[in-house]
């Protein structure tokens, strides 16, 4: 248990629906990142958080958005879904720093139908 | 950018034979990292290394940062069903804190 948390663990929707995705960072972890994991694609740095704002962004659509909130807890909202959004959705968080090892978690699978 | 590269893409072995996985960049790094996925879970991380040219062990796992902190090998010493995953590695940048992962090796030890 790497001590992050994610909800929900599976999300099916249907295109055109908009979804929030949930993270709860290890105690004590200032920064969350988001991924999105697909099979062709691998493991696709979305955005990072630090301490509430935005740190860092890499390759996040129009239609996603996050945001990080003073509980540390943080969403991504992925919005006029499609079928390529279906992927698995990863949170990690870190105390951040030079070293930015990152502590993943569970990750939801979001199916697009 | 920044791209690292990881080969080979897939590597199915027996139990107990020794292996080596590569990550390759052009790019250099301030650390790099190596972490284990298994099928529906999230990575998890194995070793940071930091200093070109180090070794870490880890049990029958050997990790080596190239002294250039450019690449870095993971090397398997008797495979064990247990290895079975997906190697990924990841480098932070060496003028931020951007991390970028390598699209992984997917191991598969044969009992």
């Known amino acids: 248990d790497s001590g992050v948390t994610q909800t929900p663990k599976h999300l099916i929707t249907a295109t055109g629906q908009r979804v929030t995705l949930r993270c709860s960072p290890r105690?004590?972890?200032?920064?969350v990142y988001w991924y999105q994991q697909s099979l062709d694609q691998g493991l696709q740095f979305l955005i990072q958080y630090y301490n509430g704002e935005e740190r860092a962004k890499g390759n996040i659509l129009e239609r996603f958005s996050a945001q990080q909130f003073p509980d540390l807890h943080s969403e991504l909202n992925l919005s006029s879904l499609e079928l390529g959004d279906s992927a698995l959705y990863f949170c990690?968080?870190?105390?951040?720093?030079?070293?930015?090892?990152?502590?993943f978690g569970p990750g939801t699978r979001l199916t697009v139908l | 950018t920044q791209l690292l590269e990881q080969s080979p893409q897939f590597l199915s072995i027996q139990e107990g034979e020794n292996l080596t996985v590569y990550c390759n960049s052009s790019?250099?790094?301030?650390?790099l990292q190596w972490y284990r996925q298994e099928p529906g879970e999230g990575p998890v991380l194995l070793v940071t290394?930091?200093?070109?040219?180090e070794v870490k062990k880890l049990k029958r796992l050997t990790f080596q940062f190239g002294d250039a902190r450019k690449d870095s090998s993971l090397h398997i010493t008797a495979a064990q069903p247990g290895d079975t995953g997906l190697y990924l590695c990841a480098g932070v940048g060496n003028r931020d804190d951007k991390i970028i992962f390598g699209k992984g090796t997917r191991l598969h030890i044969l009992p």
């Open positions: 105690s004590g972890d200032l920064s």
């Open positions: 290394v930091v200093t070109g040219g």
């Open positions: 990690a968080s870190s105390v951040a720093g030079r070293l930015n090892e990152q502590f």
């Open positions: 790019s250099v790094f301030s650390s």
